[in-house]
């Protein structure tokens, strides 16, 4: 009961404190999933790594009925009783390593996709952070937060998506 007790005076405390600033703080705010959708740059990348994906899905499905071929040689000279298929298996057997190092190669955590991905991303969301920070340094704003992280009302007129927006545009047109 103590422990409750002690949080419900800190959050009384921290409430106090913080309304007592905030008629100095201007707080905007931006959605970043509209940001996400509507700036031409996340959209490009988006387009770029799907069509990477494609082409991966093509030559992973390439490998898949090769091995597909690989298994119904083995099973008619295994049936027929040839030469028991060895070599075959054999060639089953590196086919399937050869698809499971591709998969991890290409599409896997560590994998070149995901890099690319990363790295995408953090070239966008610098430019992003670039632009908000220019938005609130023009516009005096203190504090810019993202709406998507849980926000449960803000006044309309305190978004700055559109102005981060514009700002981003503005600095690929610089560049």
Known sequence: MKESSRYILFTAIFLGMVSSGLAE???????????????????????QLQMEYQKVQVEYEGMLLQ???LNKDYEVKRLMALDKGESIKQQMIQMERAIQVY?????????????????????????????????????GFDYIIDANMGLLYVKPQYDMTDDVLHELRNLTTEK
């Open 103 to 139: 998969q991890a190669e290409k599409v896997g955590p560590q994998g070149e996709l995901m890099k690319k991905s990363a790295q995408m991303e953090y070239e966008i969301l610098g430019k992003v952070r670039e632009a908000v920070k220019k938005v609130a340094i023009d516009k």
């Open 67 to 69: 091995l597909d071929s």
């Open 25 to 47: 703080l201007k707080i905007g705010y931006i959605q970043s999933e509209r940001i996400r959708t509507e700036y031409e740059e996340f959209t490009e990348a988006e387009s």
